[in-house]
C-alpha cells in the first residue's frame, strides 16, 4: 500500500511536465495569433484590410493569400532585397518556422471586401 501511495505521489508531482503533441500545438497556436494579431494594426483584422477615405489600399490584405506568395515577400523583406518603411523589421525580427506559420495562418483566413475608413471632423469643444 505503502509503495502504491509513493507511486501516486511521484505521478502526482511529475505530471505537471508530461508535456503532449496537443499541449505543444496549442502554444505554437497561440504564439502564431499573437503574432498575427501585430500585423493587424496595418494588415486588419485577421488579415482584412481597410481601405482609407479615398478608397486607396496601400497595404495590401494578406487574408487568402498564398502560403508561398507569403513567405517569399516576407522572405524578400527580411534579406532587405524587397524595400519597405517598416516590413524589413518586422520579418528580421521573425524565424523560418513563424514566417512559414503566419503565411499558412493568413492563407486560411477568409478575404473579405476592405471596409472604407471615413474622415470624421472634431468638434470644436473637443478635449485634447
Not at 508531482?13 to 496549442?26: C, E, G, H, N, Q
Request: glycine share 8%; hydrophobic share 45%.
Amino acid at each position: 500500500m505503502k509503495k502504491m501511495i509513493a507511486s501516486a505521489a511521484i505521478i502526482g508531482l511529475f505530471s505537471p511536465m508530461i508535456v503532449t503533441a496537443a499541449d505543444i500545438a496549442t502554444v505554437n497556436d497561440v504564439h502564431i495569433r499573437s503574432l498575427a494579431a501585430s500585423c493587424a494594426a496595418c494588415h486588419g483584422t485577421q488579415g482584412n484590410t481597410v481601405s482609407g477615405s479615398n478608397g486607396a489600399d496601400s497595404i495590401p490584405a494578406l487574408a487568402g493569400v498564398q502560403k508561398s506568395e507569403i513567405i517569399a515577400k516576407l522572405a524578400a523583406f527580411k534579406s532587405g532585397e524587397r524595400p519597405a518603411t517598416v516590413m524589413h523589421r518586422h520579418a528580421k525580427g521573425l524565424t523560418a518556422d513563424e514566417i512559414t506559420a503566419l503565411a499558412q495562418y493568413f492563407s486560411e483566413q477568409v478575404p473579405k471586401a476592405p471596409v472604407t475608413l471615413k474622415s470624421q471632423k472634431l468638434q470644436a469643444g473637443h478635449a485634447n
